[in-house]
């Protein structure tokens, strides 16, 4: 079986994005395209990857990190030049698929389709074309009275006949790679001294060497990115098969227009994603969960069957049959335990909230630690930050937190203790305590009635 290897070209400076970040990094749906082109590429089965970069490309292999290899342009001579620095990579491929930072949206089972036709066909090149985008700028592919590929002519050099065509070039390539290293390396460059790729397929054609195609069906996925304009469109592409993806696989959304989730985030069967919601980085929600209208989670793990309406969530991780909302903010490093339940108007910030608790509304905790079956009063709050450091809060098992409480941190609350309303917790509450009052001071809890007992005479 013949191995075929992949080269991404991600060396262009694309001026026309007016960007100090390089072009191939702008993200779509929260990915970098030039990460959604190797991730096709990966999906496709293509392998060893090279990637064309230019001199300053730490931000690139940043982002791309290092399971491929990094060939450097020095100078932008052309698409051809460009291949040509991953010679050395890629000499042990049989074959060698040509991709484009800047196309986001080509499917992987496009390249397999591409790859499966060259192997079929013993062809020297197999081409991606299109009849579904406007020519306009476009390369035309030129073919003879019996079908076949003989030429690509760039529009600049294209006469009226030649713009009439309809079927372009969509830059993507499959070469055999013994006959496209031998003769890249002979091109003769332009009249600016670039060296272009298209110049293969008349050379080939002349050779007698076989020349495939495959006509892509998606007029988007050979659609490149050079404005932000073409940016937001193929945003709007990939968040639309975002969307019915997931609906195929068992989530509702009522409006899926209005709703956005990223490339990255895993739904889990029988969720609902109400309008206005978006769905960002690495998050993951569970199953029979409802979300929204108007919430925000980004890189968070939802557990199941929880509720999340009009909320922010932020880096935390949510266990199941938890609620949230609304109007309420999870900030970055909570844990919400199975059972727990957030109010109105609330905020956490940093805390861990053990299984069952219970936080009412416009409360605050930060830094804080609570254990299980805790109730949060409206209005509660952990006083975390003395000015220069954040202080954290303890709060034991069955505590109860009356409303309007302040908990000067460090401070401590022992399991079943408890607050009057208003209290200003300044030291540490010992277990099955009761403090009230500013400081607050402990206070005798009247003893518990007991039913059953007969009362004295």
């Not at 990637?51 to 290899?69: M, N, T, W």
């Not at 299984?355 to 804080?368: I, L, N, Q, R, V």
């Not at 303890?394 to 309007?404: A, K, L, Q, R, T």
């Amino acid at each position: 079986m013949s191995t075929h290897a992949a080269v991404i070209l991600a060396a262009g400076k694309g001026t026309r994005m007016n960007s100090q970040t390089p072009k191939v990094l702008h993200r779509v749906c929260g990915t970098e395209m030039l990460c959604l082109v190797e991730i096709a590429a990966r999906q496709a089965g293509l392998g060893p990857i090279a990637v064309v970069v230019p001199s300053d490309s730490q931000q690139i292999e940043s982002a791309l990190g290092s399971d491929v290899s990094y060939v450097t342009q020095e100078e932008q001579l052309g698409t051809g030049h460009a291949v040509l620095q991953a010679e050395e990579v890629l000499k042990s491929a049989d074959n060698v698929l040509v991709m484009y930072g800047d196309v986001p949206l080509v499917a992987a089972q496009t390249l397999k389709q591409m790859m499966k036709l060259h192997d079929d066909t013993e062809a020297c090149i197999t081409l991606l074309t299109s009849k579904l985008v406007n020519p306009d700028g476009l390369g035309r592919i030129i073919r003879d009275s019996s079908g076949s590929v003989t030429a690509i002519i760039e529009e600049q050099d294209a006469d009226a006949e030649t713009k009439a065509i309809r079927e372009i070039n969509s830059g993507f390539y499959c070469f055999r790679a013994a006959w496209l290293w031998k003769h890249l390396n002979g091109l003769p460059p332009s009249r600016k001294g670039e060296v272009f790729l298209t110049d293969l397929v008349a050379l080939a054609a002349k050779q007698g060497m076989q020349v495939e195609s495959v006509l892509s069906e998606d007029a988007y996925e050979v659609m490149g990115v050079n404005n932000r304009v073409q940016m937001a469109e193929a945003e709007n592409v990939m968040r639309q098969r975002i969307r019915e993806n997931w609906m195929m696989e068992g989530v509702s959304m009522p409006d899926p227009s209005s709703v956005y989730i990223d490339h990255t985030v895993k739904l889990g069967q029988d969720t609902v994603i109400l309008p206005n919601t978006h769905l960002t980085g690495r998050t993951l929600v569970g199953i029979a969960c409802r979300i929204g209208p108007n919430s925000m989670i980004s890189d968070s793990i939802i557990g199941d069957r929880c509720g999340v309406l009009s909320s922010v969530i932020r880096d935390s991780h949510l266990g199941d049959r938890v609620d949230v909302g609304p109007f309420s903010h999870i900030r970055g490093g909570s844990h919400l335990e199975s059972g727990v339940h957030v109010g109105t108007s609330a905020e956490i910030k940093n805390s861990h909230l053990g299984p069952d608790t219970k936080m009412g509304h416009f409360s605050y905790m930060g830094d804080a630690h609570l254990g299980s079956n805790v109730n949060i009063g409206a209005g509660a709050i952990t006083c975390n930050f003395d000015g220069e450091n954040k202080n954290e809060t303890h709060i034991g098992d069955d505590v109860f937190v009356s409303c309007d409480t302040m908990l000067i941190a460090p401070v401590t609350m022992g399991d079943r203790s408890s607050t009057g309303a208003g209290a200003v917790v300044t030291k540490d509450v010992a277990a099955d305590s009761l403090v009230v009052g500013v400081p607050a001071k402990e206070f005798p809890k009247k003893p518990k009635l007991d039913l059953d007992k007969e009362p004295s005479s």
